[in-house]
């Protein structure tokens, strides 16, 4: 009986050549079909986000007490409540809330409309150019969430300092610091709160499908 060499063994079956389990259209495919499965998810998610805001909308517009926080606020300030008060302050809250349904609506579409042009047999750069598109459209949606939130502030502080002074109210040094305090850290907590919001809905999302970008890429500049 021949003697078994285990080294002669192991330098030829390292010296076999391995065969590749996928060829790179097949892992182009499988990448392709990822992605699109990725912004369907984005999708789907911007249009319950839509559904969501839009049954709170009608609910609060029902319930008409959306702005009693904040006319509360302005009570302790001093400012004398009215009808003329009141219907200025949900006027606000209606346009800021008819605003940000459109906003979220224009979104919704873009979403819809980046998802319906990714093909899985569609020519490499151009899908690369699809999901760079796709990212940047998630990201003015973010940005553009915390900027509505940035204008209801805003418009909420002009409208303090417009009734401060239609009804003559002077605050002292400490209640207008403290006023002003208390909205810009509101405001930060608010704008930390929707980022990690969109940072663990969409961000988890999102890393994959840059995770497939890279890939992507790899395979492309591989081709050329």
Same mark, same amino acid.
């Given at each position: 009986?021949?003697?078994?060499?285990?080294?002669?063994?192991?330098?030829?079956?390292?010296?076999?050549?391995?065969?590749?389990?996928?060829?790179?259209?097949?892992?182009?495919?499988?990448?392709?079909?990822?992605?699109?499965?990725?912004?369907?998810?984005?999708?789907?998610?911007?249009?319950?986000?839509?559904?969501?805001?839009?049954?709170?909308?009608?609910?609060?517009?029902? /319930?008409?007490? +959306?702005? =009693? %926080?904040?006319?509360?606020?302005?009570?302790?300030? &001093?400012?004398?409540?009215?009808?003329? #008060?009141?219907?200025?302050?949900?006027?606000?809250?209606?346009?800021?809330?008819i605003l940000s349904l459109v906003v979220t609506g224009f979104f919704v579409?873009?979403?819809?409309?980046?998802?319906?042009?990714?093909?899985?047999?569609?020519?490499?750069?151009?899908?690369?150019?699809r999901i760079i598109t796709f990212k940047k459209t998630v990201n003015a949606f973010i940005l553009t969430n915390?900027?509505?939130?940035?204008?209801?502030?805003?418009?909420?502080?002009?409208?303090?300092?417009?009734?401060?002074?239609? /009804?003559?109210? +002077?605050? =002292? %040094?400490?209640?207008?610091?403290?006023?002003?305090? &208390?909205?810009?850290?509101?405001?930060? #907590?608010?704008?930390?709160?929707?980022?990690?919001?969109?940072?663990?809905?969409?961000?988890?999302?999102?890393?994959?499908?840059?995770?497939?970008?890279?890939?992507?890429?790899?395979?492309?500049?591989?081709?050329?």
């Amino acid at each position: 009986m021949p003697e078994f060499d285990l080294d002669s063994f192991k330098k030829t079956w390292q010296e076999q050549p391995v065969q590749p389990k996928y060829d790179n259209n097949e892992i182009l495919k499988m990448l392709n079909k990822k992605s699109r499965n990725y912004m369907k998810y984005i999708f789907w998610i911007s249009v319950v986000e839509f559904l969501f805001f839009s049954v709170l909308g009608v609910f609060y517009l029902i /319930q008409s007490n +959306e702005s =009693d %926080s904040f006319l509360n606020i302005l009570e302790k300030m &001093g400012v004398q409540k009215d009808n003329q #008060l009141v219907t200025k302050l949900d006027n606000i809250y209606l346009i800021i809330k008819i605003l940000s349904l459109v906003v979220t609506g224009f979104f919704v579409l873009k979403f819809y409309q980046n998802y319906r042009k990714i093909k899985v047999e569609e020519d490499l750069k151009l899908f690369i150019i699809r999901i760079i598109t796709f990212k940047k459209t998630v990201n003015a949606f973010i940005l553009t969430n915390i900027g509505l939130l940035l204008i209801l502030i805003t418009a909420l502080i002009g409208f303090t300092f417009y009734i401060l002074n239609a /009804q003559h109210i +002077e605050l =002292d %040094s400490s209640s207008f610091t403290g006023f002003i305090v &208390g909205i810009v850290v509101s405001t930060i #907590l608010c704008v930390i709160l929707i980022w990690i919001y969109y940072r663990l809905v969409y961000g988890i999302i999102m890393s994959r499908l840059d995770k497939n970008l890279n890939q992507l890429k790899e395979i492309e500049s591989h081709e050329n």
